[in-house]
């Protein structure tokens, strides 16, 4: 079981920033990679980006993802934040084939929202 547990959502004005965080712990060695969705609608998220354990990123929005590896988390920084942005964010953890494919696996955080006023 892989357990995650995500951080940085909040309140922001238009054009501002926000910072994620999603630490992942427990059997993290039957994952390679992790990902950010949004909820976009009562039973669907999106992919936003997702990143692989060497780097390799797939990357589906304007935000930037990245990772630290010691610490096993992965990030999310949201720059030029828009009202349309507002959602709340999940982190995933799964797997990345070699052609940058993400394969989503059924381990998620609890969601952090992410709020921005016009």
């Known amino acids: 079981q892989v357990h995650l547990v995500e951080s940085g959502g909040g309140l922001v004005q238009s054009g501002g920033s926000l910072r994620l965080s999603c630490a992942a712990s427990?059997?993290?060695?039957?994952?390679?990679?992790m990902a950010w969705y949004r909820r976009v609608s009562e039973k669907r998220r999106e992919m936003i980006a997702a990143?692989?354990?060497s780097d390799v990123e797939a990357v589906k929005g304007r935000f930037t993802v990245s990772r630290d590896g010691a610490k096993n988390t992965v990030y999310l920084q949201m720059n030029n934040l828009k009202p349309e942005d507002t959602a709340v964010y999940y982190c995933?953890?799964?797997?990345?084939?070699?052609?940058?494919?993400?394969?989503?696996?059924?381990?998620w955080g609890q969601g952090t929202q992410v709020t921005v006023s016009s």
């Open positions: 427990g059997s993290v060695s039957v994952i390679n990679a």
């Open positions: 990143i692989s354990n």
């Open positions: 995933n953890a799964g797997i990345m084939s070699d052609s940058g494919t993400y394969y989503p696996r059924d381990y």
